[in-house]
């Protein structure tokens, strides 16, 4: 039996964010509950400089019909999604979050291509950080916000890195 569409996309654009980490030497690992909003916590095993374990957490879409602007994808995220993104580090978070948004393919055969040389996923990852915006309490619960990712944001080996330890922590931790 194979798995539904919905949950065989989610799959896959987990898979893409794993991959990316562990090109990066990062670890991920998954909590067994969605439950506060993160599928997915990724670190540095060891230190960086004197900052020890850097870690961050994210909610992982996947989406096959993105709708942009041209500089940004604009993603329907629920409300509920929304505000678990949203939060101070050290108050609300013990993390900083993001939302990584891969843009997939539509059919199944075209996420990913191998040869004896390389194996390509299909299409591309993108980041954002919602954690200073502000809770959207004036919407109902079922309803969803529009989160703008900006295409800028491409999700690669470097800059995960710099998503989990960024350039000032390094230099003050150096």
């Known amino acids: 039996m194979w798995l539904n569409s919905e949950v065989w996309q989610g799959q896959y654009g987990e898979a893409f964010v794993r991959g990316l980490a562990c090109a990066a030497g990062l670890t991920t690992s998954t909590k067994s509950l969605d439950v506060d909003g993160t599928d997915i916590?990724?670190?540095?095993?060891?230190?960086?400089?004197?900052?020890?374990?850097?870690?961050?957490?994210?909610?992982?879409?996947?989406?096959?019909?993105?709708?942009?602007?041209?500089?940004?994808?604009?993603?329907?995220?629920?409300?509920?999604?929304?505000?678990?993104?949203?939060?101070?580090?050290?108050?609300?978070?013990?993390?900083?979050?993001?939302?990584?948004?891969?843009?997939?393919?539509?059919?199944?055969?075209?996420?990913?291509?191998?040869?004896?040389?390389?194996?390509h996923f299909h299409h591309?990852?993108?980041?954002?950080?919602?954690?200073?915006?502000?809770?959207?309490?004036?919407?109902?619960?079922?309803?969803?916000k529009t989160v703008y990712v900006p295409r800028d944001n491409l999700l690669t080996v470097e800059t995960l890195v710099n998503l989990v330890c960024p350039e000032g922590q390094k230099r003050e931790a150096a």
């Open 41 to 119: 916590q990724i670190s540095i095993p060891g230190r960086r400089g004197s900052f020890r374990y850097p870690a961050i957490e994210a909610q992982v879409k996947s989406w096959s019909t993105p709708n942009s602007d041209g500089d940004h994808f604009r993603y329907p995220l629920s409300l509920h999604n929304y505000t678990d993104l949203v939060g101070t580090v050290g108050i609300d978070l013990p993390l900083p979050r993001y939302l990584f948004l891969v843009i997939v393919p539509p059919e199944k055969d075209g996420y990913t291509l191998a040869s004896h040389d390389c194996l």
């Open 124 to 144: 591309a990852a993108y980041w954002v950080s919602l954690m200073d915006e502000t809770p959207a309490s004036e919407l109902t619960v079922k309803s969803s």
